[in-house]
């Protein structure tokens, strides 16, 4: 190789490495300026999530808000319909109680509804649509807790209701096949089904 050509390749050798360089410059200008646009993205993606939580978090408190203004329909339209006669499954009741919360030896519950006369005694959960687990929990916790709570009842008969506007004819089999009466609105009247 000659010194001319050497010299040529050495120099165009130059040429190149200024080229390389300033597309290198180019390309790192673009990477800080893509990392920038990324950084923006990630807060704004931050801020709609927030927004996005806020609103589902709303939008459960809105869902369970039309949840519990079922129930205290559901609630009220059975204790005002038994308030007036107070007689059901046969039995007159003297007494009606709504919403009555105890607490005694860490125990706590609240019941719906209950009638009392001086030998009988019916605890009513009341559900605008109920399942399976509020007819278990009926059973298994509440009436459970009630005796614990209660202990002056001990001597009364004890009755176990259902009132709903809504029950699947499964879980009222069920309830019934638990000596659990079930009431259920009819029009503006209660309709009973009595235990098996």
């Given amino acids: 190789m000659t010194d001319q050509e050497l010299r040529d390749l050495v120099g165009s050798l130059a040429i190149a490495q200024k080229e390389t360089d300033k597309q290198q410059k180019e390309t790192d200008k673009q990477l800080k300026e893509t990392s920038k646009q990324q950084k923006e993205t990630d807060k704004q993606l931050k801020e709609t999530d927030a927004r996005l939580e806020k609103k589902l978090l709303n939008f459960g408190i809105h869902l369970g808000g039309i949840t519990k203004s079922q129930g205290k329909v559901t609630e009220e339209f059975f204790y005002n319909s038994l ?73 009364y008969n004890h009755h176990l209701a259902l009132a709903s506007f809504q029950i699947e004819d499964s879980v009222k089999r069920k309830a019934l096949e638990n000596g659990v009466l079930v009431l259920q609105r009819k029009g503006e009247l209660i309709e009973s089904f009595l235990p098996l």
Avoid at 105 to 123: A, P, T, W
Avoid at 130 to 136: A, F, G
Avoid at 149 to 154: A, D, H, T, V
């Fill in 83 to 155: 308030e007036k006669n107070k007689t059901v499954a046969n039995i007159k009741y003297d007494e009606i109680f709504k919403n009555l919360k105890k607490s005694r030896d860490n125990i706590s519950d609240e019941y719906d509804i209950l009638l009392v006369n001086g030998k009988d005694i019916l605890i009513i959960e009341t559900k605008y649509r109920t399942k399976t687990k509020d007819l278990n929990k009926l059973l298994n916790k509440k009436y459970t807790n009630f005796k614990k709570l209660f202990p002056i009842y001990k001597d």
